[in-house]
């Protein structure tokens, strides 16, 4: 059973739709961190958040720290095929846990 | 981009053979990671290390063991491969453990 717990496993949407993709977990962390990874690399960091309540914007995308630093949201507003690939959640200090992911496909 | 390369990109191997999966960073960075990457399971932690001869298990170290001799590199083998160990296996490297993870192009290993 894995710490990070992520819904949904997949979501196809049309271009310039919008989507939201969760991360919940029973443990506190004290940071969060989310990654996209594209096919045939490594993850790549998106954004940290760190205190509880907090909101991150990057362009189109919107991360939400929950106030009990439980839980943590990825929005994207009027997606675009661009933003397709493998959407992750991680967090624990040192010891880094991931969430199973959530491949999103944005069709033209 | 972080310097971070693993070795072999590709391997195949038979059933029962040890394998030994590399990881080099010119980064300095005291925190290195085992993961693998599985269909429907992200990524799994198997062992990590937190300075030259510290490791620790993660959430599937069964059938893996570890080596960090220098701060540098960072082995994993496989004692025994079975062809549940058949995987595309991640390495990643933090600064402190608590800052950003950066990954490694991941090697691809076949257990026939």
């Known amino acids: 059973t894995q710490l990070l717990e992520q819904s949904p496993q997949f979501l196809s949407i049309q271009e310039g739709e919008n989507l939201t993709v969760y991360c919940n977990s029973s443990s506190v962390f004290s940071s969060l961190q989310w990654y996209r990874q594209e096919p045939g690399e490594g993850p790549v960091l998106l954004v940290t958040?760190?205190?509880?309540?907090e909101v991150k914007k990057l362009k189109r995308l919107t991360f939400q720290f929950g106030d009990a630093r439980k839980d943590s949201s990825l929005h994207i507003t009027a997606a675009q095929p661009g933003d397709t690939g493998l959407y992750l959640c991680?967090?624990?200090?040192?010891?880094?846990?991931f969430g199973a992911g959530t491949t999103v496909t944005v069709r033209a | 981009d972080a310097g971070i390369t693993q070795s072999p990109r590709h391997k195949v191997t038979e059933t029962g053979t040890p394998v030994t999966l590399r990881c080099h960073q010119t980064e300095n960075h005291r925190y290195m990671y085992w993961y693998r990457q599985d269909p429907g399971h992200g990524l799994r932690l198997i062992h990590y290390?937190?300075?030259?001869?510290?490791?620790d298990k993660g959430e599937v170290s069964d059938g893996y063991s570890v080596s960090r001799s220098k701060t540098e590199d960072f082995l994993l083998t496989l004692e025994s491969a079975t062809s549940s160990q058949t995987s595309v296996y991640f390495c990643?490297?933090?600064?402190?453990?608590?800052?950003?993870?950066?990954f490694g192009q991941g090697t691809r290993l076949t257990v026939v």
């Open positions: 990643a490297i933090s600064e402190s453990g608590v800052t950003e993870a950066f």
């Open positions: 290390s937190y300075g030259v001869k510290d490791t």
């Open positions: 958040v760190v205190t509880g309540g």
């Open positions: 991680a967090g624990g200090d040192y010891k880094l846990s």
